[in-house]
C-alpha cells in the first residue's frame, strides 16, 4: 500500500510539472506560391510541402535535386551521370508542367530542348531557406506553366549575423565549395551566397562545372512600408557524348557534346500595409542564353541515311514581369483583392 501510494503520487506531481510546462508555439509558415498574397499553409486547399533546409532530411546536399528526392508525388529525372540534364515533375505531369521560380521569379525557359523546362543541374543549394512545393494545377494564377504544380525556392532571410564557408572534394576530380553571409544592420537585412562545383572525368572525357551566386536586400522604410531586392546568376558548362549516340563505347563519332548556359534574375518588391489596406508591386527580369555544339550521331560509316546530323545553336530569351495588387479588408473573415500584371517575352535561337 505505501508503494502504491507513493507511485500515484508521483504520477500527481509529473502531471503538475507537465501542466506548468508552457506549451511550445511553432512558428507559422506561410506559403508566397498559392495565392496573390503569402497566407498560411494551413488555410490553403492546394496540397502543399514546405521543405526548411535546417530540418531536411537532406541536411547538407550535394545538388539541388537531392533536396526534391524525399518529397512525394516528385519525380526527378536526370541524364547520364552528375551535370546531364536533370529535369523534376509532379503528379506524373511532363516536365514543362512544372513552374519553377527562384523567389518567386519563374526560371521556365520556353526555348530548351523540351520547351519549357529546368535543367536543375545548374542550380545549386546556395543561399537557400526552404523550398514550397505546390502539388496540383496553379495556372489560374500562374499561367499554363503551372498545370502540375509550383516549385519556389526561397531566399535564406536570417536576422542573426552569421558566415558560413564550405570545402569538399571527392572522386572523379571533384571540387565543391561555398561562402554564405547574412544579418542585419539597423533597418537593413541582408544575406548574400555563392557556390561553386568541378567534376572531372566521370565517363570518358566528359566533364561539368558551375557557378551559382545570389543574394538578397531588404530594408523597413518605417513601420508600414518595406522594400526588397533579389538577384541570382548562374554559369554551367558540360561536356560529353551526346544522348542516342552510344557512349564511350559504341559511338562511331569520337566528338563531345558541349553546352554552356549564363542566367539570372533581378527582382524587386514594394510593400505597404495599414489596418486595413495592404498594397504589393512587384517587378522582375530574368535573362538566360545558351551555346550548345551537339555532333553528328553516326548510323554506320560512311554515314547512312538513318544518321541524325550536326547541329549548332546559340538561343537568347528574355522575360520582364510588373504585377500590382492592393487588398482591403472588408470584415473579419472577408477580404476584396483587386490587381494588374503585364508580362513579355522575347527570344532568338
Not at 561562402?179 to 544592420?185: N, Y
Request: with cysteine; charged share 20%; proline share 6%.
Amino acid at each position: 500500500m505505501p508503494v502504491r501510494a507513493t507511485c500515484i503520487a508521483t504520477l500527481i506531481m509529473a502531471g503538475l510539472l507537465h501542466a506548468q510546462t508552457p506549451p511550445k508555439v511553432e512558428p507559422v509558415k506561410t506559403v508566397v506560391t498559392v495565392t496573390a498574397r503569402p497566407e498560411p499553409v494551413e488555410t490553403s486547399a492546394a496540397d502543399i510541402t514546405v521543405i526548411d533546409l535546417d530540418s531536411s532530411p537532406a541536411s547538407s546536399p550535394q545538388s539541388f535535386a537531392d533536396i526534391l528526392r524525399f518529397q512525394p508525388a516528385l519525380y526527378i529525372g536526370q541524364t547520364g551521370q552528375r551535370g546531364g540534364l536533370t529535369v523534376v515533375s509532379l503528379r506524373g505531369g511532363d516536365p514543362n508542367f512544372t513552374l519553377f521560380m527562384l523567389d518567386g521569379i519563374p526560371v521556365n525557359d520556353i526555348t530548351d530542348q523540351l520547351g519549357g523546362t529546368v535543367d536543375l543541374s545548374t542550380i545549386l543549394p546556395v543561399n537557400v531557406g526552404r523550398v514550397e512545393v505546390v502539388r496540383g494545377p496553379m495556372s489560374v494564377l500562374h499561367g499554363s506553366e503551372a498545370v502540375a504544380g509550383v516549385i519556389n525556392v526561397i531566399s535564406r532571410d536570417e536576422p542573426k549575423e552569421h558566415a558560413a564557408l564550405k570545402l569538399s572534394t571527392g572522386s572523379f576530380g571533384t571540387l565543391d565549395g561555398g561562402f554564405s553571409l547574412g544579418g542585419r544592420k539597423g533597418r537593413f537585412q541582408y544575406s548574400l551566397g555563392i557556390a561553386g562545383v568541378r567534376i572531372g572525368e566521370q565517363v570518358e572525357r566528359d566533364s561539368f562545372s558551375a557557378i551559382d551566386s545570389g543574394g538578397r536586400l531588404s530594408a523597413a522604410m518605417g513601420s508600414n512600408m518595406s522594400i526588397a531586392f533579389t538577384f541570382r546568376i548562374r554559369r554551367s558548362e558540360a561536356a560529353g557524348f551526346p544522348a542516342n549516340s552510344g557512349g564511350p563505347k559504341y559511338a562511331l563519332d569520337r566528338a563531345l557534346e558541349t553546352r554552356a548556359a549564363t542566367s539570372g534574375i533581378a527582382g524587386l518588391e514594394w510593400k505597404y500595409s495599414t489596418g486595413r489596406w495592404s498594397h504589393l508591386i512587384t517587378g522582375d527580369f530574368f535573362p538566360q542564353a545558351q551555346d550548345q555544339n551537339t555532333p553528328a550521331i553516326f548510323d554506320r560509316i560512311p554515314p547512312g541515311f538513318q544518321t541524325v546530323p550536326a547541329t549548332i545553336s546559340s538561343t537568347t530569351f528574355r522575360r520582364a514581369r510588373v504585377n500590382g495588387s492592393a487588398s482591403l479588408r472588408i470584415a473579419n473573415r472577408w477580404t476584396a483583392t483587386i490587381g494588374a500584371a503585364y508580362r513579355n517575352e522575347s527570344g532568338e535561337n
